[in-house]
């Protein structure tokens, strides 16, 4: 594929459903790509903020999604419209929000799902990522339970435990598993419905069901699965209602005999704000863990990245082994990590991939073999200088008080702590007296909506973020 208008549409229908529609319609949407007059690629956003945005979270994958489907060896550049001048030619132009001439595709943005009767179809809408398959999937210690019982849960076989429940740090081929089990699920029963979601889609789903009064049709669209997989399930902590929706969700399927997987980043007993029965049918099945890979995975599934970008016409040949050593070892973190150094590396290198040296791999890596992680923020620290940046006490971050001139500040906090901290939604809630997590994803969501029509909040987040880092 190589024409821009197609692998844009394409990659972003999947960064829409890794980032989220909030993030999405903030910042991508109103972007658009161009096509400059050297050939380089453009994704220009509305505001300055937004490029920095994009820059910070989302270019990395968007080149990578990008790299997996065309097969130029193109990267996409960002600039805000003021850089580039007035509006981009039409003609050379791939307006962000065409995606919205797709709606069949955000399946579970919308609380009445329609039933779908092509199965496969019924997958990919719920947002799988193609590549994720158990083709793709680097078997090693550590991982090689977990594929297994993917493999068996996939196969539909019988007298197997239900739930499934795959649970590891993050970043070490969990939702990796889930996409694949769904996959082949679906590749072995065409007629089945196999549901994918995410449990933070899960629960945003279901609040703007309760909102629209709509719930039949969102319970009716999950109790018809043949195959539900949830990913994440850490994420449902805190809400009652949406807790007790899943419990009698997963009653019910189970009760019918359908297959159940999920997966989080703790094993069921230690997601403490779920509440214990829930928990407890959770655990009911079998607890498979995925551990964080060691050196020779790590080096196996970069070297099948590579494989695979050579496959799509990115990259010619291999590269040498103290080259992927030197890479795997000089990338902290977890595969995510090691997958952005790969295709940085796969970028640069090229046609020459196999003549790259450790010294040129360094350079050609620059910033993303810098290696060393960067020093840890704290949310303590977070919640003491953005009440100090607006005058306020710590206390008041953590208190009841809803007046705008406190709440604002206290979302922006929140806002951070996603930002710098891995601490997740459930965790910030608790550190900001006790707050359901969803009023944290609210909080967030709020801020990254301002942040691209604010440019006072832009710059607040942009001074706090400068003191925090130092
Ligand atoms: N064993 C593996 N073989 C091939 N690719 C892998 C393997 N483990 C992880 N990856 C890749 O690493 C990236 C991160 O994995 P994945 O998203 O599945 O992690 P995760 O455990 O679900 O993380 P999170 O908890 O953040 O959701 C993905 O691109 C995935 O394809």
Known sequence: MTDPDRIWNEASVRLRAEIGDGPFSSYIAPSAVRVDSSGQLILVTP???????????????????????????????????????????????????????????????????????????????????????????????????????????????????NPVFFCGPYGYGKTHLLNAIAWEAQRLRPEAKVVYLTAERFLSTF??????????????????????????????????????ELLSTLTALIEDGKRIVFSADRAP???????????????????????????????????????????????QGEAAPE????????????????????????????????TVSVDEASILLGAALRGGPERRITVDEIQKTVADHFNLKQADLL???????????????????????????????????????????HGVRKIEELMAQDDQIARDVEALTRKLRG
Not at 143 to 155: D, E, G, P, Y
Request: proline share 4%.
């Open 207 to 244: 609040v703007k069901a309760m909102q629209d009064r709509s719930t039949a049709a969102f319970k009716e669209s999950l109790r018809s699965a043949d195959m539900l997989l949830l990913d994440d399930v850490q994420f449902v902590g805190g809400k009652t209602s949406t807790q007790e």
């Open 269 to 315: 007993m230690a997601l403490t704000e779920v509440e214990p029965r829930l928990r407890s049918h959770l655990a009911a099945g079998l607890t498979c863990p995925v551990e964080a890979g060691d050196r020779e995975l790590k080096i196996a599934v970069a070297q099948n990245r590579l494989k695979a970008l050579s496959a799509l016409g990115v990259v």
């Open 47 to 161: 505001t300055a903020y937004a490029r920095d945005w994009v820059r910070k979270n989302a270019l990395r994958r968007m080149n990578e999604l990008w790299l997996g489907l065309d097969g130029l060896n193109r990267r996409l550049d960002v600039r805000c419209r003021a850089e580039v001048g007035s509006a981009p030619p039409a003609s050379a132009v791939i307006a962000g929000n065409v995606l919205d001439a797709t709606p069949r595709l955000a399946a579970f943005a919308s609380p009445t799902v329609p039933p779908i009767a092509d199965g496969a179809r019924a997958v990919r809408a719920a947002g799988l990522q193609d590549r994720l398959t158990f083709d793709s999937f680097v078997e090693g210690q550590g991982n090689a339970f977990a594929l297994a019982i993917a493999k068996q849960v996939a196969s539909w076989a019988d007298g197997h435990f």
């Open 399 to 441: 208190s009841e008080r809803r007046t705008r001139s406190v709440a604002r500040p206290r979302q922006m906090a929140m806002y951070l702590c996603k930002q710098h901290t891995t601490r997740s939604y459930p965790d910030i809630g608790r550190r900001f007296g006790g707050r359901d997590h969803t009023t944290v994803l």
């Open 323 to 354: 080259v992927l050593a030197q890479l795997v070892d000089r990338t902290p973190g977890s595969m995510r990590e090691l997958e952005g150094a790969v295709n940085t590396l796969a970028a640069a290198a090229g046609s020459r991939l196999a």
